[in-house]
């Protein structure tokens, strides 16, 4: 498994349904979270509050005052947060409470995990009761993530408390809007939106590997049978694309080996199989659910593994694959008035050696895949600059300019030790957009090409 995070269920259906689970009971447990602080705070307000009349009384309410003070304020160790003199953080060593979980799994009660770029460790914890100790609350998805007491945690020269949600599906699959908003850190595939990075599913290291690796199929030995190769299991996309998949089928001969329209067995729909079904088509349809700002997944990745040239659909930004490929690297769909246009086109590059081999000038390189796999991250950013040009728009505002290929917690870690906790704290989270900004219309795809 190549990719940073991500768990591959067989069906989004089962998924799905686990999700709403998830956020049943992270409805509850909210208002059971909510119903509390109410009661703490007519508790405490009543302390204040309630005339003492009898010393027996008395001694009662400030017991409850202690009771009430230990829950809420933090267990202070001396030196516990400590700080550099413009409010960095010292730390060397962070807790982390995942707090949601993840599709059911989740991480590792006590697992420590070493961050090289900032030379520190944290280590996970599942327990909620640890809050008062821990530096960073981790929620998979805004939303589900409500329940995290926010008022309750400090941002100060004491303590440094910071909350992050993180997503990597697309804004219809996912919650957006205002519950993103109370986080310190937002982290999705959206390369702009994400504070203080974005999370992806690019491991930038193997993808650049894959980037610059020569195809391993020549272009004589591709499948002649069919044009294109096609391996999805959500039969059911937002943005149409079974219906225009249907209807390109109609043009060129593709084979598909997923549920959707299925034509062919031999491969499942599992990730590990798809390179080496890829590998042998000249093309690969790498188009995602839904059409979002820069929503690019393992669907683009494994083209690249595979050496094929990728089709793909963007349109007005939703996605920008120049941001994620070399130019004159992948067909998309959009750049073609009809159905028509696009499959004569996608024959023409498929039957001229010359042409074809075009869209993969990049990998045309005199570098040593096995000497460059070895190098670090920035090392590997200069050849692929010297080969697809500095001013590429993957180089300057794209995934390679964004993505350090380091786990999400590393990636706050480092930030914390280098941002003091006043400018953090300044930050001002926003609303995460919604599908109807975020994305095409639904069934965009089937309806634009009629
Ligand atoms: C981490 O520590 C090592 C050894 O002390 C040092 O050489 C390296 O520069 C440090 N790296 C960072 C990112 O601070
Ligand atoms: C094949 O493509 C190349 C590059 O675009 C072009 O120069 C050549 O004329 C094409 N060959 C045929 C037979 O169309
Ligand atoms: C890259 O962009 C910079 C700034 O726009 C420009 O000065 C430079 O000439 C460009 N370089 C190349 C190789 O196009
Ligand atoms: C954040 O929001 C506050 C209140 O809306 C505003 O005063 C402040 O200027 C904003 N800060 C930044 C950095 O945008």
């Not at 109609?250 to 590990?272: P, T, V």
Request: charged residues 25%.
């Amino acid at each position: 498994m190549r990719l940073i995070t991500r768990h591959q269920l067989p069906s989004i259906h089962p998924r799905r349904s686990f999700v709403s689970l998830l956020f049943t009971i992270s409805i509850f447990v909210s208002i059971g979270i909510i119903l509390r602080a109410t009661n703490q705070d007519t508790q405490s307000t009543a302390i204040i509050n309630e005339p003492i009349v009898t010393k027996q009384k008395e001694v009662k309410l400030s017991e409850d005052k202690t009771i009430l003070n230990q829950k809420i304020a933090p267990v202070q160790k001396e030196n516990a947060w400590p700080l550099d003199a413009q409010g960095r953080s010292l730390k060397t060593n962070f807790l982390v409470l995942d707090w949601t979980g993840f599709f059911g799994g989740g991480a590792t009660e006590g697992e420590r995990v070493l961050c090289s770029s900032s030379n520190t460790t944290f280590v996970w914890t599942r327990q909620h009761n640890r809050i008062e100790e821990t530096d960073f609350i981790i929620a998979h998805d805004g939303g589900a993530g409500g329940s995290i007491p926010f008022d309750h945690l400090h941002l100060s020269n004491d303590q440094q408390q910071y909350t992050m949600a993180f997503v990597m599906e697309s804004e219809v699959h996912s919650t957006t809007g205002n519950a993103w908003a109370r986080f310190n850190f937002i982290m999705t595939y959206n390369l702009d939106d994400s504070y203080p990075e974005p999370a992806t599913y690019f491991d930038m290291n193997l993808y650049l590997d894959d980037l610059l690796r020569p195809p391993s199929v020549s272009f004589e030995d591709k499948e002649k049978q069919a044009d294109a190769v096609w391996i999805i299991s959500n039969c059911n996309a937002q943005n149409g694309r079974e219906g225009f998949i249907q209807r390109l089928m109609q043009e060129i001969k593709i084979d598909s080996f997923g549920s959707c329209l299925n034509n062919r067995r031999g491969y499942g729909a599992r990730m590990a199989d798809n390179v080496d079904a890829y590998k042998k088509y000249k093309f690969v349809i790498a188009i995602e659910n839904s059409n979002c700002a820069d929503y690019v997944t393992e669907k683009l990745v494994k083209a690249v593994e595979s050496g094929s040239i990728p089709i793909v659909a963007g349109r007005d930004g939703r996605p920008d694959y120049r941001r994620y490929m070399p130019k004159h690297s992948f067909i998309n769909i959009f750049d073609y008035s009809s159905m028509k246009d696009l499959a004569d086109d996608i024959k023409r590059i498929g039957n001229n050696k010359t042409l074809y081999e075009s869209y993969l000038w990049y990998k045309k390189n005199d570098i040593n895949i096995q000497n460059f796999k070895e190098l670090p991250l920035t090392a590997k950013l200069k050849h692929v600059a010297d080969i697809i040009g500095l001013n590429s728009t993957m180089l300057t505002s794209g995934i390679a300019a964004k993505e350090k290929s380091e786990n999400k917690v590393c990636k706050l870690t480092r930030f914390v030790r280098q941002t003091p906790w006043q400018d953090i704290a300044a930050h001002n989270s926003t609303a995460r957009a919604g599908p109807e900004t975020a994305c095409l219309p639904r069934r965009h795809l089937s309806n634009s090409f009629s």
